[in-house]
């Protein structure tokens, strides 16, 4: 099993910049992918961002010049910064992690943005 944890989350007004941090622990060997994805209210979960253990990233339309992942190997941690932030980036932030067909999730982490 892997457990992801999430912290960093909070409120923010527009223009504003958050950081998400996802620590990983657990069975964590070969985890090929990590990443980001954000559910707001009455909206299906949806990818924000994603990173492979070489390094080559992913990114939703979205949030391209605007937001970044990344990864520190070494602590087994996954960020996310979030720059220029929009009312619509409001959502509970969830840290996916992918090893082969199974997928882990952590509980989330919720951003407010306001105007």
């Known amino acids: 099993q892997v457990q992801l944890v999430e912290s960093g989350g909070g409120s923010v007004q527009a223009g504003g910049s958050l950081r998400l941090s996802c620590a990983a622990s657990?069975?964590?060997?070969?985890?090929?992918?990590m990443g980001w994805y954000r559910q707001a209210p009455g909206k299906q979960r949806e990818l924000v961002a994603g990173?492979?253990?070489?390094?080559?990233?992913t990114y939703a339309d979205f949030v391209k010049g605007r937001f970044t992942i990344s990864r520190d190997n070494a602590n087994d941690t996954v960020y996310l910064q979030m720059n220029s932030l929009k009312l619509d980036d409001t959502a509970v932030y969830f840290c996916?992690?992918?090893?082969?067909?199974?997928?882990?999730w952590g509980k989330g982490t919720l951003v407010t943005v306001s105007s």
């Open positions: 996916h992690a992918a090893r082969s067909v199974t997928d882990y």
């Open positions: 657990g069975s964590i060997d070969n985890i090929n992918r």
């Open positions: 990173i492979w253990s070489g390094g080559t990233t």
